[in-house]
């Protein structure tokens, strides 16, 4: 381990070691994480935006608005584009976001292991600052991970579903919260994500190095009501399937 | 007040330590916490055990030589100051005590409560300067600072070096001092010419020895200068566009 020198630093050029810069450096991983994080917080509050149609019911034929609003999905670009090609577009946006976030969490994990070393403090740390939301970032991301996992396969792809009929959102979404066991799963993983996401959309601030006195304030103000709004949205379908009142 | 001091002792680097019970008597409230150890150190002496090594130089909070881990809190229960400016009146008759070194990998213990903070020296040598040319000492206000970049660089300007923000991270990471350091020159227009490799030389070669910043803020609890962890935002910033911004060779063949 040596110094860094400025002279290194100058003598880079090109567009591989301007890559390295933020996939080597821990300020870089970082700085991608929070940019992913960014991404994924805009998903998941238009996922729960439009999975909150299911409070709607029927329209006039018949059809639930939620199936439509499936079908919209699958369909968007109309006739300009192949079906489904849009929707597979922006899964595969995600699949990288959430990649980039996951392996960046990963290294700067196992970065920071080595970094704390095999002793510890033998009186209990006395910690100020260090929160629930802050302290189980890790398991916790892990623990919504295994939920996306299991809710793609749910109601995604149906394998966890034995009910499961292709663009029926509706009812496949009613067979699986219907189940106690599921819904305790579902709700359990939003208390993960509403932790994860009250320390993640006020750290992202820090991480992009956004801190002027200005908006300072507001970085707070927005973790807390991201996570409470997704919060409130997604367990409202769950609690509303589960006691009966969407059926 | 009588004390019971839990204090951790190494004979040298590489070498296993062990934690070790001494009874400190009538100890005065108005006693820095130093100065309680130098009165245990006085007792050791006549009895001819070796004595308790810890790093001090100013005793007046402005050096950053001293600082240990105090009952789990860096530089001990008061916030804002550090180790020597602690006094024994912040402690109750009876108390126990637990004194340990900093821990991290990149601060290996070399003596009792002594830990080597070389990479601290490092960081410096890597851009924590700025350049400018020797000569007769120029016009003062020659240059035009403006009043909220004095004040903010002088913030920074404060940090003492005492590693308390990497004792208290949980990731062992060193960002609240790199920023500290990269931030009072950046912020100024003296900095501003090597404001970008600055930031990625000092970040760089911080990265070798310490872990990454996770925004838990415990750093800035501990800090005995009350460092803002804005400065640690002000330092990613300067580091991407480090990455963005490299001017070397702009416009040329």
Same mark, same amino acid.
């Given at each position: 381990?040596? *110094?860094? *020198? ?46 909150? #149609? ?54 700067? *994990? ?7 070393? #095999?002793?510890?403090?033998?009186? #209990? ?10 302290? *189980? ?22 394998? !966890? ?30 208390? !993960? ?22 908006? #300072? !304030? ?9 996570? !409470? ?19 | ?13 590489? +070498?296993?330590? &062990? ?19 130098? &009165?245990?150190?006085? +007792? ?10 810890? &790093? ?43 004194? +340990? ?49 004095? +004040? ?41 010419? &090597? ?59």
């Amino acid at each position: 381990m040596t *110094t860094t *020198t400025r002279a290194e630093v100058e003598a880079r050029q090109g567009w591989r070691s301007w890559l390295g810069g933020f996939f080597s450096s821990s300020v870089g991983l970082k700085w991608l994480m929070a940019l992913t994080g960014f991404g994924l917080l805009l998903y998941v509050l238009v996922h729960m935006i439009g999975n909150l #149609k299911v409070f709607l019911g029927t329209d006039a034929a018949g059809e639930y608005h939620i199936d439509l609003y499936g079908e919209a999905l699958r369909n968007l670009g109309g006739d300009l584009v192949p079906h489904e090609s849009i929707l597979w577009l922006f899964r595969i946006g995600l699949l990288a976001l959430f990649g980039i976030h996951i392996y960046a969490a990963w290294v700067l *994990t196992l970065r920071n292991r080595s970094a704390r070393g #095999k002793e510890r403090y033998e009186h #209990k740390r006395n910690y100020e600052a260090v929160n629930y939301a802050n302290r *189980t970032m890790r398991w916790g991301g892990v623990l919504v991970l295994l939920f996306v996992l299991f809710h793609i396969a749910d109601l995604t792809v149906g394998w !966890a579903n034995p009910d499961f009929v292709e663009g029926a959102v509706h009812d496949n979404l009613v067979a699986s919260l219907s189940q106690p066991i599921v819904a305790i799963f579902y709700l359990a993983a939003q208390v !993960a994500l509403a932790f994860h996401i009250y320390h993640g959309a006020w750290s992202l601030w820090q991480s992009l190095g956004i801190v002027n006195p200005r908006y #300072k !304030a507001f970085r707070r103000y927005f973790a807390v009501a991201f996570a !409470a709004t997704v919060f409130i949205g997604n367990t409202a379908i769950i609690v509303a399937v589960w006691s009966g009142y969407i059926s | 007040m009588d004390l019971s001091l839990k204090i951790w002792r190494q004979a040298r680097a590489n +070498e296993e330590g &062990e934690f070790k019970t001494y009874q400190a008597k009538n100890v005065s409230p108005e006693a820095s916490f130093l100065e309680m150890l130098d &009165e245990v150190n006085e +007792e050791l002496n006549a009895t001819g055990e070796d004595p308790i090594a810890f &790093e001090h130089d100013c005793r007046e909070g402005i050096c950053g030589a001293c600082g240990v881990m105090i009952n789990g809190s860096p530089h001990g229960p008061q916030s804002g100051t550090a180790t020597c400016q602690l006094h024994m009146r912040k402690f109750e008759d009876g108390d126990s005590i637990t004194i +340990e070194p900093w821990r991290a990998t990149a601060f290996p213990v070399l003596k009792d409560l002594i830990v080597d903070r070389a990479p601290f020296d490092r960081i410096m040598e890597a851009g924590g300067y700025i350049s400018v040319n020797t000569g007769a000492a120029p016009d003062a206000n020659i240059i035009a600072v403006p009043k909220w970049s004095a +004040e903010s660089a002088m913030d920074a300007a404060s940090c003492i070096g005492c590693a308390a923000c990497v004792a208290a991270c949980p990731n062992s990471a060193a960002n609240l001092f790199t920023a500290a350091k990269t931030q009072h020159l950046n912020l100024l227009p003296q900095g501003k010419p &090597e404001r970008y490799l600055r930031a990625a030389a000092m970040v760089e070669t911080m990265e070798q020895y310490f872990g990454s910043c996770t925004n838990y803020g415990e750093c800035e609890k501990a800090c005995p200068k009350n460092i803002s962890i804005d400065f640690i935002a002000m330092m990613n910033k300067d580091y991407v566009r480090a990455q963005f911004f490299n001017m070397a060779r702009q416009g040329q063949k």
